[in-house]
């Protein structure tokens, strides 16, 4: 889900048991349901211009560069550290 949301692309997951949704929560066009049951795709009136679906792209990227693996073992050690 996150690599689709790299992508600028319009996603649909739950909150239930689905991490990515932390991730992905208050993003442009990222549709979150408390469970799958409730999820409703609705169709777009129109499609998004290339310019639009580049826009998304480097917004979504900008926001989640920062939540690699590497980032998170640092800031855990840092955490670690402190005590």
Known sequence: M???ACMGLE????EYKV???ELLR???NIHLFKKPEDIVITPRTKPLTLDEKRA???QRRERLAS???EKT???FYELLSRS
């Open 19 to 21: 991490g990515a949704s």
């Open 11 to 14: 996603v649909y997951t739950t």
């Open 56 to 58: 998304l792209r480097q």
């Open 73 to 75: 073992g640092e800031r």
């Open 26 to 28: 208050d993003m442009d």
């Open 67 to 69: 939540m690699t693996w």
């Open 2 to 4: 996150v690599e689709a």
